[in-house]
């Protein structure tokens, strides 16, 4: 089936008919990987459409901007405003945001000062891994890809070259019947999903592993943090080997694409009783419940369009 995409995009400082927002094909993002990004999910709730932490996202896309040394030549506050502006064009009909800002064209060198050119995309995501897995949860398994070593590839940056890594789990794990691929750091150790997070719980405390263990510190990680140590529930963030995986009670993935997807088996181990439990689902309603209205928005993070 064809991809049906939106009408408008936001490009170099203008909102334009999604088939005029094209890059030169010797763009040097596109040989080298030399983008930054991110991902940003809509809601609707009860007081009307929102962003979800729009100014936390596009802080953290300067930050990738800053670990790659690429000028990005727009502030924070207009990059937010595009983001609104191409909400609004597309008649609010889309629920995710893809900023990105990327090496453009004006030398091949590894080296060459090209200028930095600047999208905001956006599109209808729906449930990234499929429909009733936030329900029912998935199956998973463990990559034989490892996430980058320390000081190889900064895996606290979101940026293009990243997702080659992401990619060679996402695909393998998918070739092999599986819902989602679980990657280990360069040392053995746990590291995270394809695109998500990883949240274990042992007798009912959340452990969950640390941005030393090669993954980007995920804004739905610290949405997560933030709720369960409001409501009562200890987090642990710390190194876990692999087996770890199979031994907890509870086990989910998460990020802006998977939200909060509990996982029900890894590497054909049943997790726990093979159903989300109980962390896991008052996490859940705590999470979804800032859309609904149930959690209050402590933190000011539900952002009006
Ligand atoms: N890890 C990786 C590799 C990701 O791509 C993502 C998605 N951006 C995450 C974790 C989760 O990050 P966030 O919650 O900020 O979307």
Redesign the pocket.
């Known amino acids: 089936m064809a991809q049906k995409y939106p009408e408008w995009i936001w490009h170099n400082g203008k909102i334009k008919p999604w088939a005029e927002a094209t890059t030169h094909v010797m763009s040097h993002a596109l040989h080298y990987g030399s983008s930054v990004f991110?991902?940003i999910r809509c809601y609707d709730t009860p007081d009307g459409p929102v962003i979800f932490r729009l100014n936390d996202?596009n802080k953290?896309l300067f930050a990738s901007a800053k670990i790659y040394d690429m000028a990005i030549p727009y502030g924070l506050d207009e990059i937010n405003a595009a983001c609104r502006e191409v909400i609004k064009a597309n008649d609010y009909t889309t629920d995710y945001l893809r900023p990105v800002a990327y090496r453009g064209l004006g030398g091949f060198g590894l080296s060459a000062d090209t200028p930095t050119d600047v999208a905001v995309a956006t599109w209808k995501m729906g449930q990234y891994l499929g429909a009733e897995v936030l329900e029912a949860g998935i199956d998973a398994c463990v990559s034989s890809w490892q996430r980058f070593a320390p000081n190889t590839i900064p895996?606290g940056a979101?940026a293009g070259g990243?997702?080659l890594s992401?990619q060679l789990v996402a695909r393998e794990a998918r070739r092999l019947g599986f819902g989602e691929g679980i990657a280990l750091a360069s040392t053995g150790l746990l590291s995270?999903?394809?695109?998500?997070?990883l949240f274990l719980v042992f007798d009912g405390a959340l452990h969950t592993t640390p941005v030393s263990a090669a993954?980007?510190?995920?804004?739905?990680?610290?949405?997560i943090i933030t709720l369960a140590r409001d409501n009562g529930i200890e987090v642990i963030e710390r190194d876990l080997p692999r087996e770890y995986l199979y031994l907890c009670d509870e086990l989910f993935m998460?990020?802006?694409?998977?939200e909060l997807t509990p996982i029900r088996s890894v590497d054909a181990r049943q997790v726990g009783t093979g159903k989300p439990g109980p962390v896991t689902r008052k996490l859940q309603d705590l999470f979804f419940g800032l859309f609904n209205g149930k959690t209050p928005d402590k933190y000011g993070w539900l952002e009006r369009v």
């Open positions: 991110e991902g996202h953290r895996a979101k990243n997702y992401g995270e999903g394809a695109g998500e997070n993954l980007l510190n995920g804004l739905t990680r610290n949405t998460c990020g802006t694409a998977a």
